[in-house]
């Protein structure tokens, strides 16, 4: 397998996969371009080398069609500003207009294509559809890290058509080079802070990180399902009543391993799920009836904040509360300022996951961990040990 070092993309059209999957507010405007920001040096790279770059990615996800609030045409003046150039765009990703402009493409020239997903042929990964992607472009980079766990026809199959000429960009290699840091041999003491709302996504990463660290810290509304399985009340507080009693066989496997699993002991509660809401704090087994838990307390906060300024390698998936308002984004805040701290003193952290990505991006410390991952659903996959189809189509020469 060739690296994007080696390949000379001088005169080709390399037709990138990445994951421009950002969000939008109601007037179309990108409120996060982490994803974008990091596809830069592979873009970079094709272009200084004298090859033009065709861009497809997905964005959201469309029942049936077109719609204008998955539409790609929202990112081109965002591209323009950060390349200093013109980027054309194709109103459809395959048909007669794409391949004019995949055509008429000059070396240094960006040409980005609608929405992949406004064909149902991209997520059933027909390979008719791939063909027709592939017939773009004379070489295939896949740089969509985030959506490397979808066998679709622009992140796996496609690579059929470039059996020598496929290769990952540099997110791709950045990102499975820090998974595989938390993976192998981490150094101790190893914590895994695990938020978020359902258990249910997280099921499996969390029975694997059982083998391999020593704290494994529970926050966000998942919390309240472990509570109640331990016997807590937990008021009108989000809960998987179907998954409580694999919250408690989760408690005994963590008490057989010694793992120390630390389930928040105090809450921010409200009345409603609102920022405007009445707030109080009390006792996680003790919310009263009505009321909700929406982020870690204060005392949580603490005994979180002391295990994880001396664990030497954090791995952080999904907030502590609701972020978003402000009344109960202090858990959120408080873990991140903990592990910039552990990070300053030497520990390697590994941030995954859109949503506390989102917050260590909102606070200003994307800078100040070890590695923010651009992947939710992929980082946890590849953590679960399941093979990416997105990574096996580029590594394997018989895919
Ligand atoms: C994501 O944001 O999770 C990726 O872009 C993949 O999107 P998907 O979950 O809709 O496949
Ligand atoms: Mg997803």
Known sequence: ??????????????????????????????????RIRAAVPTIQKILADGGAVILMSHLGRPKTGPEEKYSLKHLVNRLEQEFNTTVLFAEDCVGPQAVQLAAELQPGQILLLENLRFHKAEEKGDADFAKELATLGDVYVNDAFGTAHREHASTAVI????????????VMTAELENARRVLGNAERPYTAIMGGAKISDKILIIEKLMDRVDNLLIGGGMSYTFVKADGGEIGSSLVEEDKIDLAKRLIAMAREKGVNLMIPVDSVIADAFSNDANVDTCLSHHIKPLWMGLDIGPTAREMYADVIRNSKTILWNGPMGV????????????????????TRMGAYSLIGGGDSAA?????????????????GGALLEYMEGKTLPGVAAIERDDY
Do not use: H
């Open 1 to 34: 397998m060739k690296t994007i070092d080696q390949y000379n993309f001088a005169g080709k059209k390399a037709l990138v996969r990445v994951d421009f999957n950002v969000p939008l507010d109601a007037e179309y405007r990108i409120t996060d371009d982490t």
């Open 159 to 170: 690579a059929r058509y470039f059996p020598k000429d496929k290769v990952m960009g540099y």
């Open 323 to 342: 972020f978003e308002m402000s009344n109960f984004s202090v858990g959120t805040e408080a873990v991140a300022d903990a592990v910039v701290d552990a």
């Open 359 to 375: 917050a260590v991006n909102k606070f200003g410390y994307a800078d100040r961990v070890s590695y923010v991952s651009t992947g």
